[in-house]
């Protein structure tokens, strides 16, 4: 299990938004990737956990929030590809 954390005072901001769930959002996929292509599963949980047990479990500092859980592990089975748009469904050029 990979816990994401972050210090929000630390990551900054712009327009009175933080930047930190955008910051661990970005680290969290890249791990998700980089498991994906050591054939290795993950599952991202985000927001449907109770951040106060999590925290004190692991002993999180209270300056410090639970931004996701990544469970990682080898898959029991391999699923079929979904099924995909066509990519003129999802993809604007030059207007929306």
Same mark, same amino acid.
């Given at each position: 299990?990979?816990?994401?954390?972050?210090?929000?005072?630390?990551? /900054? *901001?712009?327009?009175?938004?933080?930047?930190?769930?955008?910051?661990? =959002? %970005?680290?969290?996929?890249?791990? +998700?990737? #980089?498991?994906?292509?050591?054939?290795?599963?993950?599952c991202?949980? /985000? *927001?449907?956990?109770?951040?106060?047990?999590?925290?004190?479990v692991? =002993? %999180?500092?209270?300056?410090?929030? +639970?931004? #996701?859980?990544?469970?990682v592990?080898?898959?029991?089975?391999?699923?079929?590809?979904?099924?995909?748009?066509?990519?003129?469904?999802?993809?604007?050029?030059?207007?929306?």
């Amino acid at each position: 299990m990979i816990v994401g954390c972050a210090r929000p005072g630390l990551s /900054g *901001g712009n327009a009175g938004q933080q930047y930190y769930m955008l910051d661990m =959002g %970005i680290a969290m996929e890249h791990m +998700v990737l #980089a498991a994906t292509e050591q054939g290795l599963g993950t599952c991202w949980i /985000g *927001g449907q956990f109770d951040e106060a047990t999590v925290k004190e479990v692991l =002993g %999180i500092p209270d300056d410090v929030r +639970v931004v #996701a859980l990544l469970p990682v592990g080898y898959p029991a089975e391999a699923p079929d590809a979904k099924d995909r748009k066509p990519i003129d469904e999802i993809v604007g050029h030059e207007k929306w």
